[in-house]
């Protein structure tokens, strides 16, 4: 009995130097708008404003603070799902590697897994150097410290912030990467799979500053974090992958 062929899927080939244009759209544009952003956040007072409206709705406490939906299904689930889809992403690129039927997803795949970690890695690190505070550790949200910007000295003896930028957004943000791994295989998925990391980031991020968390421009240089070692590991990623690609069909012709 016949069974049906499979159809093996076509992926799009290795990607040129990227183009003034590609890196307009996608570096310097975005880039700008993230300092212009952060500017109306950061140095006009956008920041405690949203945050204030959201501590008022919330009876002048943070009353999402340890809420079920904020705290366990947002916060913790998560968390989980961010996690479970990385290993994931890393099952499928352990597959491609060793099976020959799969290697037109080897660089993609890798390339995801490498996004990923390298994207809340570096939120992780860059907490760990800002030294700013959580809305919820400030004075005028019930804590009891008084607001330190970015650039300004902390106080000596004043405890170390963890909050710049924003670490959970960044499980879901992460997965802007999705745009640079659909550019690899269907372009035409681009534009959805980009709606994959900003819905999960944005509600991770939505629900983080419900709590106290986090002000917005927390969560916007958590985007801009990601956005930017997604572009820069992507274009890194499509070099290398070309010199391989050459290199085998050079090897090829030599043999042939």
């Avoid at 959970?168 to 998925?189: E, I």
């Avoid at 799979?193 to 999960?200: N, Q």
Wanted: aromatic share 12%.
């Amino acid at each position: 009995m016949s069974s049906t062929p499979a159809v093996p899927l076509v992926l799009t080939a290795a990607l040129p130097t990227p183009s003034p244009r590609f890196l307009r759209g996608h570096l310097w544009l975005p880039l700008l708008a993230v300092l212009a952003a952060s500017g109306m956040l950061m140095g006009w007072g956008g920041d405690q404003w949203l945050a204030d409206q959201f501590y008022r709705l919330e009876g002048h406490h943070w009353a999402l603070q340890n809420a079920w939906l904020t705290s366990h299904l947002i916060h913790k689930g998560g968390k989980w799902a961010s996690t479970f889809g990385a290993l994931l992403a890393i099952v499928l690129c352990f597959h491609a590697w060793r099976h020959q039927r799969a290697a037109a997803w080897r660089w993609p795949l890798l390339y995801l897994v490498l996004a990923v970690a390298l994207g809340t890695g570096t939120v992780s690190l860059l907490k760990s150097i800002t030294h700013m505070d959580c809305p919820w550790d400030l004075l005028r949200y019930g804590g009891a410290r008084e607001y330190v910007g970015l650039f300004a000295a902390r106080p000596q003896g004043m405890p170390r912030g963890v909050c710049f930028p924003a670490g959970h957004s960044s499980a879901g943000f992460a997965w802007v990467s999705l745009y640079f791994f659909a550019l690899m295989v269907r372009p035409a998925w681009r534009w959805g799979a980009l709606a994959i990391g900003l819905l999960a980031g944005g509600v991770f991020g939505l629900s983080q500053q419900l709590r106290g968390a986090h002000f917005l421009s927390h969560d916007l240089w958590t985007l801009a974090t990601c956005w930017t070692v997604s572009l820069l590991l992507f274009l890194l990623v499509q070099r290398v992958r070309l010199r391989s690609e050459h290199g085998t069909a050079a090897s090829h012709g030599a043999h042939a």
